[in-house]
């Protein structure tokens, strides 16, 4: 229950332990588990360092450079709403959140995807660089499909899941990766996260 969060429902809460009492399939395999940010091919490609610098420490006050904020702001502008089927609300960004063997390979694959451009923001298990300033070693968590589902499900128990209001209005149909988040730092640091939490316990790290 520790690795549930407070704000669960109560049919997400049971949908996420009955996934977790199910016994691990003999088809997972290892891998990882991938963040991209898509954004409208009418604008400018999302530049990869202000994909991650959505996720990076916030810069000393005077630092210099834009701050991840207003990124956000000038990407999230034109997708007011559901970046989906149109229309108007709260800004939001689209994220694409699912599992791969090998992330690269991925990005790609998916350059574009229905009228959306993909820039990676981060991808799981996290590496940070150590005391040399280099990225360490990638590694695989063990079960990458039962993570991936794990994460799906309190996603879309959250309201986030784009499939779960709408079909796509390029192809028509429902992209199950796909997921709306409140245009702001702290909104895919919520993501972040959780993603974060589900990898940690498939790695068999304590719940934090």
Not at 128 to 155: D, N, Q, Y
Request: include cysteine; glycine fraction near 10%.
């Amino acid at each position: 229950m520790s690795l549930i969060p407070a704000s669960a429902s109560p049919q997400t809460a049971s949908l996420l332990l009955s996934e977790l009492a199910k016994p691990v399939s003999q088809l997972d395999e290892p891998g990882y588990i991938y963040m991209f940010w898509l954004t409208p091919e009418d604008l400018p490609s999302a530049p990869t360092d202000a994909a991650r610098d959505l996720l990076a420490p916030p810069a000393r006050p005077g630092a210099g450079g834009r701050r991840p904020s207003d990124v956000i702001a000038s990407y999230a502008g034109a997708s007011r709403g559901s970046p989906v089927g149109g229309g108007r609300g709260p800004r939001k960004l689209l994220l694409k959140i699912g599992r791969a063997t090998n992330v690269q390979r991925r990005l790609n694959e998916w350059q574009r995807q229905c009228g959306y451009d993909l820039s990676l923001i981060r991808y799981y298990p996290y590496v940070s660089a150590g005391a040399t300033g280099l990225p360490a070693t990638p590694r695989k968590m063990p079960h990458s499909h039962k993570v991936e589902r794990l994460i799906h499900i309190e996603l879309a128990g959250a309201g986030l899941r784009v499939a779960d209001r709408e079909k796509c209005a390029s192809c028509g149909r429902e992209h199950r990766e796909w997921f709306e988040v409140a245009a702001t730092r702290e909104g895919v640091q919520a993501v972040d996260e959780l993603v974060r939490r589900w990898v940690d316990w498939n790695e068999g790290k304590p719940a934090r």
